[in-house]
């Protein structure tokens, strides 16, 4: 079990997923990139900060390279909270541009294997750690070549301990690939697969509606290559904000065509707030209340408790299916005792009851035993607010943009 705890008066900076694109391995935008016989390394920084190590995804969008025994491999390392390095590895011939789109996600319901060949290429199985993975995809990250070429790389098995990567390619142009270099990502997540396009020269989508909770991903997974030209693809988009779509054109912009393999993917993320499906409410005449904390949160199956008052996170990265909560408040005469708990429904924010405890004579202690469910998931994270009227627990969702969802509000308020 990991949980990191925070301790703030304000609300932090931490995000929980970040994205976008690398153009300093393309020297087209930075006439210093000069890759041949050589390695670069670059560090590449996130907008903020994440509360743990993320899992980082790069796709590529462009390659501009020599015509023949030429090669280029990225590595993702050295990842941390604020940023992560990328590495980019040629051969004698050089290499002119390399544009990456990376995706950098928090959390446990993502895996990313990284991989080279060494020698000859071959189908390769993984072990990974997500016994509940149910997608996965396979992005190109590099390749070594003397000649034409034609090869397809694809995800052939996802178990709940392995995953299996295939590659299909034309007979007699296989011996012109010395290596190859991909990432293979599984998840617990739904991923939306649009289909395999290919395409022998420049390839145009037809518009594509982008999901409010989905995020799109071009995903080149093979190559047809059958000229004595330099090898140029490259990546452009068309927006509609209005449709709520885009569009893209991807192929050579100068000399002779590189046929592609693609897959246009959504990556998409569900509401999963919690909601309560257990009320229980105890009331006690306790002869020492003057000792006691005015308000106590205690989360039951996390052995964590708050009783200052103070804006706190709560950040969980393991699976919490069922959270068991503890909350007691003072309740004294003249005093209502006013608790909205949010229930029913897991994506719908609006499913609030609101329950009122009229405080009396033969009790001053009042303590609510609550029970939380949520659709499964790998993290999450929580706001505790307390105030000298209230106590507040918040669930916090970082999708598109960061969605905040009141889960219970206990208020001790005047008659």
């Known amino acids: 079990m990991k949980i990191l705890i925070i301790l703030t008066s304000f609300v932090s900076g931490l995000i929980f997923y970040d994205t976008n694109v690398f153009k300093g391995f393309d020297d087209y935008f930075d006439t210093t990139f000069i890759c041949q016989s050589n390695s670069i390394t670059s560090s590449i920084f996130f907008s903020d900060s994440f509360p743990n190590i993320p899992k980082v995804i790069i796709t590529l969008e462009k390659v501009d390279m020599w015509y023949t025994n030429a090669q280029f491999f990225l ?9 992560f390095d990328l590495t980019i590895s040629c051969s004698n011939n050089r290499v002119y541009a390399v544009r990456v789109k990376w995706y950098a996600i928090w959390g446990n319901s993502y895996q990313v294997i990284n991989y080279i060949s060494t ?3 071959v189908n390769m199985t993984f072990p990974h750690t997500l016994s509940n993975a149910k997608n996965g995809f396979v992005s190109l990250t590099g390749f070594s070549y003397t000649g034409n ?5 694809k995800i052939s098995e996802l178990i709940s301990s392995s995953v299996s990567v295939e590659i299909n390619s034309e007979d007699f142009t296989f011996l012109n690939l010395n290596k190859i270099g991909y990432q293979v990502v599984i998840t617990e997540d739904d991923i939306i697969n649009l289909g395999l396009q290919s395409s022998l020269g420049q390839y ?9 909770e989905s995020r799109f991903v071009f995903n080149l997974q093979g190559l047809k290559y059958y000229t004595s030209d330099n090898i140029r693809l490259n990546l452009t988009y068309t927006n509609d904000s209005n449709s709520n779509t885009l569009s893209y054109q991807f192929g050579t912009w100068d000399g002779a065509d590189t046929g592609s393999y693609h897959t246009q993917l959504l990556l998409h993320y569900q509401c999963k707030y919690f909601s309560c499906i257990k009320i229980k409410t105890q009331r006690r005449l306790v002869s020492n209340i003057n000792d006691l904390p005015d308000k106590i949160i205690n989360f039951i199956n996390l052995n964590h408790q708050y009783n200052n008052i103070g804006q706190f996170e709560l950040i969980v990265n393991q699976r919490l299916p069922y959270m068991q909560i503890e909350v007691s408040v003072k309740c004294f005469i003249g005093k209502v005792i006013q608790s ?34 949520s659709f499964s998931s790998a993290s999450y994270k929580f706001k505790i607010i307390i105030t000298t009227q209230s106590i507040e627990l918040i669930q916090v969702l970082q999708n598109q943009v960061e969605l905040e969802q009141q889960l219970m509000k206990i208020e001790q308020l005047e008659l």
């Open 75 to 83: 590595e993702v390392t050295n990842i941390q909270l604020t940023y």
């Open 340 to 373: 909205s708990i949010h229930q029913k429904n897991n994506c719908d924010p609006s499913q609030m009851q609101v329950i009122k405890y009229k405080c009396l004579k033969n009790y001053n202690f009042i303590i609510f035993n609550l029970g939380f469910t």
């Open 204 to 212: 145009t989508s037809q518009p594509i509606y982008i999901l409010s």
């Open 149 to 153: 070429f034609d090869f397809l790389l």
């Open 119 to 121: 020698s000859s290429i």
